[in-house]
């Protein structure tokens, strides 16, 4: 966790989640949406999420999926086939 203290994140700790969040919004796969969207919510409210742990996790929280099915270009049309979408993100984000 990047909160490991009770408190606001020092200037330190804050540029690397900034830095991080934006690597990670430039890296991840498209087909990654509701990651996209926790990063999305997690930059807009940035100054806020940098106070404390707590306001991280209410950032997030507010944040609505849209499905909590696997996408098409994860299962190949077939559910029960191939490798999980996590790990084709990884393979995706290992490769970059």
């Given at each position: 966790s990047i909160y490991t203290l009770h408190g606001p994140l020092d200037t330190d700790a804050k540029n690397a989640l900034r830095k991080w969040l934006a690597l990670l919004h430039r890296t991840l796969p498209h087909e990654m949406e509701a990651t996209h969207k926790h990063i999305d919510a997690l930059q807009m409210n940035f100054d806020e999420v940098a106070t404390s742990e707590d306001?991280?996790?209410?950032?997030?929280?507010?944040?609505?999926?849209?499905?909590?099915?696997?996408?098409?270009?994860?299962?190949?049309?077939d559910a029960h086939k191939g490798y999980t979408c996590g790990l084709w993100s990884i393979f995706h984000i290992i490769s970059i």
């Open positions: 306001a991280l996790l209410k950032a997030i929280d507010g944040v609505k999926l849209d499905s909590n099915t696997w996408s098409l270009s994860c299962t190949k049309g």
